[in-house]
């Protein structure tokens, strides 16, 4: 066991003993900070090496599983590790990671680690265009991607290595499936530095293009201690975390807490959200402790939740505020109250109501055990506001905070400036210590979890003939908080009405990917200052208060 293993299980087992114990566990953690570290050759390895407990389990729509001890995904990574290196694969090339919640997900992220190369996730709703931004700026040199979505690179020109998972791709895509047949162990080429790259993640902005967020081989493997310690999660646990491959929340509770904890990753595909057959599975699977976005919990609400026959002993949300009438019903029909965390793609959990906290109706918590939280004050940019912008501390600089944003310094340094990484998110402390979230200090929102850059959809509606100028706001939803709504000033020759309100809903389907597109429309002026730009505050209030002059997506289906 290497040194930097050791100090790992140190931490970790530190944050396990204290998990009821907020006041020691903040008092005394110690991030730990190896000069070099491998997580899946120094910690997954390591808990790998005999154990034929399940790692990943993984429930299909028709009741097919699939069970991965953690033996057989570390002999397998070994194996892919293997293959991909002979296809040229070699550390700090970019792979672009494009697949759904299958095995071979874990065993390419596992594999990518051991050999250096830095993961570029990507969620299978993308499209071309999407691709080609991400292909482009994050300089991919090898794609592995589901067979099912290989067309889409048709249109996405670059010389890089192709890998389908799946039959059908043919061409020059390779089949990820020959990976079974190389030597099962694996030889590093070389140490892994703590700072080497690990995950390019891209991420929603109000700027033209979406941000480029990196992480290290220690900020996501090592900082996601506090995410373990959140969840509450321990040695032997059933973890499901539900989240789409590709985004930040994937990896934090689908991969680098429950296997920090050394639980198992649970995981039921389906086509379309279905709350009792999810509670069946949770109960087959015994599921121990659960993750899901708020529009999951108000789903499952919809549902009798007595059928769940063994509710999990930890339930925890994330993403966005999450309704007091929610979190009620639960705690009424399983015994268990769910706990709210804050964090972003840039951090693990900032923020958190960690297991054995007096917990405050509308709170997110404390700050996490290695978080040095400020709240800036929003004129000056001092620190101990009561209200303000939500911060971190870099004098004492936590682990589980990005590199920065790859590729832009000037971006970088914005965010870093003073000392103090802004997380561009309000918050207000109580006389406790409790934060409470107040919003964004910009202009992204949420829709369901997804993260949505109002600029990005205006962009795509730019480019129909039809539209002159657009702006998109949220409008509340019941069911997904928000949806994206959009204030249309037509061209010339268009005549706002349903027939124009359907062409554009059409070419919001073909040019966005789903969880982005348009759901409501409005023809009519923009309302903007004097300089010109629009007062979207005017449009957000407008859209709050309701509109009979709105269209629906839903009626032109």
């Not at 154990?51 to 429930?59: G, M, P, Y």
């Not at 055990?369 to 940019?381: A, C, I, N, Q, W």
């Not at 506001?385 to 590729?407: C, F, K, N, Q, W």
């Amino acid at each position: 066991m290497t040194t930097a293993t050791e100090a790992f299980r140190r931490a970790r087992d530190f944050l396990l003993e204290h998990r009821e114990d907020y006041a020691t566990a903040y008092r005394d953690f110690a991030w730990p900070r190896p000069e070099r570290f491998n997580w899946a050759l120094d910690w997954f390895d390591v808990i790998a090496d005999g154990n034929d407990r399940t790692a990943l389990h993984l429930v299909e729509e028709d009741g097919d599983g699939t069970r991965l001890s953690f033996a057989a995904l570390a002999r397998r990574s070994d194996q892919v590790a293997n293959w991909l290196r002979q296809r040229g694969v070699a550390a700090e090339d970019r792979v672009l990671v494009m697949l759904g919640n299958q095995a071979e997900l874990w065993e390419t992220a596992l594999a990518a680690m051991k050999l250096r190369a830095v993961v570029i996730p990507a969620t299978p709703l993308l499209g071309p265009a999407d691709l080609r931004d991400r292909v482009e700026r994050g300089r991919v040199r090898h794609v592995i991607v589901r067979a099912a979505d290989a067309a889409k690179f048709d249109e996405v020109p670059g010389d890089y290595t192709r890998i389908a998972v799946g039959e059908g791709a043919g061409g020059s895509w390779q089949p990820y499936a020959d990976a079974y047949g190389a030597a099962e162990h694996f030889a590093p080429d070389g140490p892994t530095l703590s700072d080497d790259p690990l995950m390019l993640y891209f991420t929603s902005g109000t700027t033209a293009r979406p941000k480029l967020v990196e992480h290290t081989h220690t900020s996501y493997p090592i900082g996601h201690l506090a995410t373990m310690y959140w969840i509450g999660l321990r040695p032997g646990d059933v973890h499901l975390n539900i989240s789409s491959p590709g985004w930040a929340k994937h990896a934090w509770s689908n991969l680098f807490a429950p296997w920090n904890a050394e639980a198992t990753v649970f995981l039921h595909n389906y086509t379309r959200f279905d709350a009792p057959r999810l509670m069946a599975e949770m109960d087959k699977a015994g599921v121990t402790t659960f993750c899901a976005p708020p529009t999951v919990w108000r789903m499952l609400i919809q549902s009798d939740l007595g059928r769940l026959r063994t509710p999990p002993r930890e339930v925890v949300a994330a993403g966005e505020p999450l309704n007091p009438e929610v979190i009620e019903q639960v705690r009424r029909a399983w015994g268990v109250t769910i706990r709210d965390g804050f964090g972003q793609t840039e951090t693990a959990v900032q923020v958190s109501n960690s297991p054995g906290q007096v917990l405050k109706t509308g709170s997110m918590g404390r700050p996490s055990p290695g978080y040095r939280v400020e709240l800036l004050d929003p004129v000056s940019g001092a620190p101990g506001a009561a209200e303000g912008e939500i911060a971190l501390d870099l004098s004492d600089r936590p682990v589980g905070l990005m590199t920065g944003y790859h590729g832009d310094p000037d971006r970088t340094a914005e965010a870093m400036a003073g000392g103090y990484y802004r997380t561009g998110d309000i918050g207000a402390w109580d006389e406790d210590g409790y934060l409470t979230y107040i919003g964004r200090s910009d202009d992204v929102f949420k829709a369901s979890d997804y993260k949505i850059s109002p600029f990005e959809l205006e962009s795509a509606l730019l480019e129909h003939e039809a539209v002159a100028e657009a702006a998109v706001v949220p409008a509340p939803d019941e069911l997904r908080l928000a949806v994206p709504k959009a204030y249309i000033v037509l061209a010339e020759g268009w005549q706002p009405g349903p027939d124009t309100a359907k062409v554009l809903f059409e070419h919001s389907r073909e040019a966005l990917a789903p969880y982005k597109r348009i759901r409501r429309l409005e023809f009519g002026e923009l309302p903007k200052t004097v300089s010109g730009k629009i007062r979207r505050i005017e449009l957000r209030e407008a859209t709050a208060a309701g509109s009979t002059a709105e269209y629906r997506e839903e009626d032109f289906r």
